[in-house]
């Protein structure tokens, strides 16, 4: 309704009043005293204003109050004792406020009180154990108080179906007769109370458990294998604990379990591949234990799962392919642990991911151009692992990225500096020697691509091809020349004996490379300090020997004109005398 001020005295005037909600407001100064005068009150509801100062105590006089709610306001001092005398009181909801002092034990006279709820309070002292007789009791919530002593269970409150003591001082053990609270108990809290010693194995007797929170305590021993028992739960947290030994595969049993939060214990051994047919879980939180092995590819059947965080534990082996099915994820770590191999590609295919923190293990490979899908994400971390290659440009499309981390890898090449790249640090890339990029990542400035290219051509041409091309011409200008020279004499033979024939015929170079076989090294007969010596087969037969010559070496020139000189004016009376050499071009 958006009203101001204050609550004026004179609604004490109004005294056949049976109803006044004025909640959610921005009222504001104390409650007047002459509320006690309303006698025929029974709902009265000032929930979330700016109301302060002390609970008058003439609310004792409102005798048909049914419900009181004064939640959300700025009220200190202590709880009245008076509001003991509200016999017919069944809801009474004061949290929120900065109320102090103990819980008065009069409040144990309320036989008809079915909701108390004082959480967020500075409430001191113990729990009065006589409120365990409060046989009407369904909601007990004292969450986030300054409250000391141990748990009492009671058999009395057979109603109960919410306890929350979380946040508090308390002390001692979780009883064995928590077994015995209530078969209607539904929600059971006890987050940070210092609790000590085992989760007693009774606590699988209360069937109808939708929540069960012990994290943050000091307990010990393992979780028992009861706990397979409440198939009604939604809500396992054994966080920050002292649990240790493995994780029960009677989990598994839980089939209605949305959320399973068992991180920083003292757990070990491998994660139970039946966890995978737990497909309501929306959260698995099993990071900073002591867990090996792999981590199952049955986890891939958790397709509606949102939060998976298995950090910081011994976990080995490749990630499966089977990540990819978890389309609704939106938060992955898998930091701090032993896996290895390529990141799998199939990562890209959770479109919904906001959050992927996968460093600190021994991963290899390139980061996946697939990331470039991943359109909703906001943190990436791959620092410190092996990964090598380039940083995909692609990831510049990424337009919620905030947070990007890939420092102390392999890493090489250019750093993208499109879309939020721009924004990032020299602390995302640091530790990859082989990057180059703008000033702002104090990398190395890139070379121009378009000198390095020109350039590379250029000493390509004129140390690799150019001799190659005149090497290749020489030689077959060689190999034309001897065999000239061999079909001159084979022609004076012939006219001496008859048992020879002429050759004059043209070679051309593909003729070359078959006969020598590619220049093959199995051709290879001569290797001088200018040149080559092949053996050549031709196909009609002819054995021809094919000098090539490096064409580097100056001499190689002189070297020709030598040989062909000698090989004129030769005498043996194996050889025939060589009339000339004919070049073919």
């Given at each position: 309704?958006?009203?101001?001020?204050?609550?004026?005295?004179?609604?004490?005037?109004?005294?056949?009043?049976?109803?006044?909600?004025?909640?959610?407001?921005?009222l504001?100064?104390?409650?007047?005293?002459?509320?006690?005068?309303?006698?025929?009150?029974?709902?009265?509801?000032?929930?979330?204003?700016?109301?302060?100062?002390?609970?008058?105590?003439?609310?004792?006089?409102?005798?048909?109050?049914?419900?009181?709610?004064l939640?959300?306001?700025?009220?200190?001092g202590?709880?009245?004792?008076?509001?003991?005398?509200?016999s017919?009181?069944?809801?009474?909801?004061?949290?929120?406020?900065?109320?102090?002092?103990?819980?008065?034990?009069?409040?144990?006279?309320?036989?008809?009180?079915?909701?108390?709820?004082?959480?967020?309070?500075?409430?001191?002292?113990?729990?009065?154990?006589?409120?365990?007789?409060?046989?009407?009791l369904?909601?007990?919530?004292?969450?986030?108080?300054?409250?000391?002593?141990?748990?009492?269970?009671?058999?009395?409150?057979?109603?109960l179906?919410?306890?929350?003591?979380?946040?508090?001082?308390?002390?001692?053990?979780?009883p064995?007769?928590?077994?015995?609270?209530?078969?209607?108990?539904?929600?059971?809290?006890?987050?940070?109370?210092?609790?000590?010693?085992?989760?007693?194995?009774?606590?699988?007797?209360?069937?109808?458990?939708?929540?069960?929170?012990?994290?943050?305590?000091?307990?010990?021993?393992?979780?028992p294998?009861?706990?397979?028992?409440?198939?009604?739960?939604?809500?396992?947290?054994?966080y920050?604990?002292?649990?240790q030994?493995?994780?029960?595969?009677?989990?598994?049993?839980?089939?209605?379990?949305?959320?399973?939060?068992?991180?920083?214990?003292?757990?070990?051994?491998?994660?139970p591949?039946?966890?995978?047919?737990?497909?309501?879980?929306?959260?698995?939180?099993?990071?900073?234990?002591?867990?090996?092995?792999?981590?199952?590819?049955?986890?891939?059947?958790?397709?509606?799962?949102?939060?998976?965080?298995?950090?910081?534990?011994?976990?080995?082996?490749?990630?499966?392919q089977?990540?990819?099915?978890?389309?609704?994820?939106?938060?992955?770590?898998?930091?701090?642990?032993?896996?290895?191999?390529?990141?799998?590609?199939?990562?890209?295919?959770?479109?919904?991911?906001?959050?992927?923190?996968?460093?600190?293990?021994?991963?290899?490979?390139?980061?996946?151009?697939?990331?470039?899908?991943?359109?909703?994400?906001?943190?990436?971390d791959?620092?410190?692992?092996?990964?090598?290659?380039?940083?995909?440009?692609?990831?510049?499309?990424?337009?919620?990225?905030?947070?990007?981390?890939?420092?102390?890898?392999?890493?090489?090449?250019?750093?993208p500096?499109?879309?939020?790249?721009?924004?990032?640090?020299?602390?995302?890339?640091?530790?990859?020697?082989?990057?180059?990029?703008?000033?702002?990542?104090?990398?190395k400035?890139?070379?121009?691509?378009?000198?390095?290219t020109?350039?590379?051509?250029?000493k390509?041409?004129?140390?690799?091809?150019?001799?190659?091309?005149?090497?290749?011409?020489?030689?077959?200008?060689?190999?034309?020349?001897?065999?000239?020279?061999?079909?001159?004499?084979?022609?004076?033979?012939?006219?001496?004996?008859?048992?020879?024939?002429?050759?004059?015929k043209r070679?051309?170079?593909?003729?070359?490379?078959?006969?020598?076989?590619?220049?093959?090294?199995?051709?290879?007969?001569?290797?001088?300090?200018i040149?080559?010596?092949?053996?050549?087969?031709?196909?009609?037969?002819?054995?021809?020997?094919?000098?090539?010559?490096?064409?580097?070496?100056?001499a190689?020139?002189?070297?020709?004109?030598?040989?062909?000189?000698?090989?004129r004016?030769?005498?043996?009376?194996?050889?025939?005398?060589?009339?000339?050499?004919r070049?073919?071009?």
């Open positions: 309704m958006g009203l101001t001020g204050t609550i004026p005295k004179e609604v004490g005037n109004l005294t056949s009043l049976v109803f006044l909600n004025i909640s959610n407001n921005s504001q100064g104390h409650l007047p005293a002459e509320v006690g005068l309303l006698h025929q009150l029974q709902y009265m509801n000032l929930q979330f204003n700016e109301l302060s100062g002390e609970i008058p105590s003439s609310l004792s006089r409102c005798w048909e109050l049914r419900q009181l709610s939640q959300g306001n700025k009220f200190n202590s709880i009245p004792r008076v509001i003991g005398n509200l017919r009181l069944e809801e009474l909801y004061l949290g929120e406020n900065g109320l102090q002092g103990r819980i008065p034990q009069e409040m144990s006279n309320l036989i008809g009180l079915t909701i108390l709820s004082i959480p967020y309070n500075k409430l001191e002292g113990s729990i009065p154990r006589d409120i365990g007789n409060l046989s009407l369904q909601e007990f919530d004292l969450a986030q108080n300054n409250l000391e002593g141990t748990i009492h269970s009671s058999s009395s409150v057979l109603s179906r919410q306890l929350e003591i979380s946040s508090n001082r308390l002390h001692g053990v979780l064995n007769s928590v077994g015995n609270l209530s078969a209607s108990l539904e929600f059971l809290d006890t987050t940070g109370c210092h609790i000590n010693g085992m989760i007693p194995g009774e606590i699988g007797n209360l069937s109808n458990l939708v929540a069960l929170a012990l994290g943050d305590n000091d307990l010990t021993g393992s979780i294998e009861t706990i397979g028992k409440l198939q009604k739960i939604q809500q396992l947290q054994v920050d604990t002292e649990i030994g493995l994780i029960p595969d009677s989990i598994c049993k839980l089939t209605n379990l949305g959320e399973l939060n068992l991180t920083n214990t003292k757990l070990h051994g491998s994660i591949s039946c966890l995978g047919n737990l497909t309501s879980l929306r959260t698995l939180q099993l990071g900073s234990n002591a867990l090996m092995a792999h981590m199952p590819s049955t986890l891939g059947s958790l397709k509606d799962i949102l939060i998976l965080d298995l950090s910081s534990n011994f976990l080995i082996g490749p990630l499966p089977e990540i990819g099915s978890m389309k609704s994820i939106i938060r992955l770590q898998l930091l701090g642990n032993q896996f290895s191999g390529y990141i799998p590609t199939s990562i890209g295919e959770l479109q919904n991911l906001i959050e992927l923190s996968l460093s600190r293990n021994r991963l290899q490979g390139p980061i996946p151009e697939s990331f470039a899908d991943l359109v909703s994400l906001e943190s990436l791959l620092s410190r692992n092996n990964l090598f290659g380039m940083i995909p440009k692609s990831l510049e499309k990424l337009r919620y990225l905030g947070y990007l981390n890939v420092s102390f890898n392999e890493l090489s090449g250019e750093i500096n499109g879309g939020t790249f721009n924004n990032f640090t020299a602390g995302s890339f640091i530790g990859n020697e082989e990057l180059c990029g703008a000033p702002q990542f104090h990398v400035a890139c070379k121009d691509p378009n000198k390095r020109g350039f590379s051509k250029t390509i041409f004129l140390v690799y091809i150019l001799p190659s091309i005149a090497l290749i011409i020489i030689a077959a200008a060689i190999a034309i020349w001897l065999l000239r020279r061999r079909a001159s004499n084979t022609h004076l033979l012939v006219q001496e004996n008859s048992l020879l024939y002429p050759f004059n070679i051309s170079y593909y003729e070359i490379l078959q006969a020598t076989n590619n220049f093959s090294e199995d051709n290879l007969i001569g290797r001088g300090s040149g080559l010596v092949y053996k050549g087969i031709f196909n009609n037969g002819m054995v021809a020997a094919v000098k090539v010559f490096n064409l580097q070496l100056q190689a020139f002189k070297s020709f004109e030598a040989e062909c000189e000698a090989m004016n030769i005498r043996h009376r194996n050889l025939v005398k060589s009339p000339g050499v070049i073919y071009a």
